[in-house]
Nanobody, 116 residues
Framework: QVVLVESGGGLVQAGGSLKLSCEYSGAFFNINTMGWYRQAPGKQRELVASITSDENTYYADSVKGRSTISRDNAKRTVYLQMNSLKPEDTAVYYC??????????WGQGTQVTVSS
């Protein structure tokens, strides 16, 4: 069974930075495609960034140039570094297994709040 645990959210002023972490408990993390999603109040959950097993990355236009997704297979952790944060980045951020072992698994989410 796969368990994902996100951390690193918090309250930050506009222009600030946060680094989110998602720890994966399970086998074969290294072959998985991992994604970060977010859901703001009253809005649908949206894909923010993803990273494949060979570290090809994707970014939504809304975060491109401000965010970096990375992974540490030895630690079975995926990260999302977010810079130049804006109030519209405020959301609950979720980690997801997009492909591979535990596909479809979600974490509990971590709240990011950006004040203006």
């Amino acid at each position: 069974q796969v368990v994902l645990v996100e951390s690193g959210g918090g309250l930050v002023q506009a222009g600030g930075s946060l680094k989110l972490s998602c720890e994966y408990s399970g086998a074969f993390f290294n072959i998985n495609t991992m994604g970060w999603y977010r859901q703001a109040p009253g809005k649908q959950r949206e894909l923010v960034a993803s990273i494949t097993s060979d570290e090809n990355t994707y970014y939504a236009d809304s975060v491109k140039g401000r965010s970096t997704i990375s992974r540490d297979n030895a630690k079975r952790t995926v990260y999302l570094q977010m810079n130049s944060l804006k109030p519209e980045d405020t959301a609950v951020y979720y980690c997801n297994v997009m492909a591979g072992v535990g596909k479809g698994s979600w974490g509990q989410g971590t709240q990011v709040t950006v004040s203006s």
